[in-house]
């Protein structure tokens, strides 16, 4: 293909496991989806249908341990936060899914970080905007290794954490989950077709607070191993 300048390398994920990567087509992630998250977030904790927004392909940083990441300090942005998430990459084309087939599309699990810009995502979200600049920007979305449905199955339960600088800020179980898996894809389906490549993040637990410059975040999920990041100063 004749480009007028260079193309970018195709984003990916490593594989737990293997020398293959994963390519990352599109990053879909569910708001709310944990019931004190959604408290501490001002929202109602009811069990209503899920809401989505999206960050692109290229907000991935792949990390595999024991390595620890490089994200560095987001633009236009005086309150950056953490969200530890349960990723599920998507290996089948998938339209209008019932909940009792849905796992079918699912290649596998990691662990990932939806970080946000939670001022702006705040002033736009009053406002009435779109607050896509508050989620979708450079680094948005780390994330460990994809390990395979045929390794992890379907965890369903499990211990998820984050700890900053050593000390324990956010903590649940993939239990609490408002929607599960399978009805979190059974309701993105209705409104994407979901494809090989798509990566879903699938809400945090409570507990979500401010970053600054170096600070150390390590956090996991049982089964699916650990993600370690540092925070570096903002980009000039």
């Known amino acids: 293909m004749d480009t007028p300048f260079p193309t970018w390398e195709l984003p ?5 496991g293997s020398a293959q990567r994963f390519p990352v087509r599109h990053i879909y992630c569910v708001g709310r989806n944990y019931a004190e998250h959604a408290k501490e977030m001002g ?3 009811a069990k209503e249908p899920p809401f989505f927004f999206t960050k692109p392909a290229d907000a991935v940083v792949p990390v595999v341990p024991p390595a620890v990441g490089r994200v560095h300090y987001p633009l236009a942005s005086k309150n950056y936060q953490h969200e530890i998430e349960l990723v599920v990459a998507i290996g089948k084309r998938g339209v209008d899914l019932p909940p009792e087939s849905a796992l079918e599309i699912v ?13 702006l995502q705040i002033d736009l979200r009053e406002k009435k905007r779109p607050w896509d600049v508050g989620k979708s920007f450079a680094e948005a979305a780390p994330i460990g290794p994809v390990h395979p449905v045929a390794a992890v199955g379907h965890p369903a339960r499990g211990r998820i954490w ?11 179980d993939l239990a609490e989950l408002i929607w599960d898996v399978p009805h979190t894809l059974a309701f993105l389906s209705r409104y994407y077709e979901l ?6 993040f699938t809400g945090t637990p409570a507990g979500v607070a401010a970053l600054v ?8 999920i049982a089964g699916l191993g650990t993600l370690s990041i540092v925070i570096a100063e903002a980009r000039a």
């Open 12 to 16: 990916s994920v490593a594989v737990a």
């Open 43 to 45: 929202g109602d904790a």
């Open 107 to 119: 290649w596998g699990y990691a662990v990932g970080l939806d970080m946000t810009r939670r001022d």
């Open 162 to 172: 984050l700890d900053v600088n050593g000390t324990t800020r956010q903590q649940g």
């Open 195 to 200: 494809l090989p490549g798509d990566l879903v």
């Open 213 to 220: 410059p170096g600070d150390r975040l390590d956090g996991g």
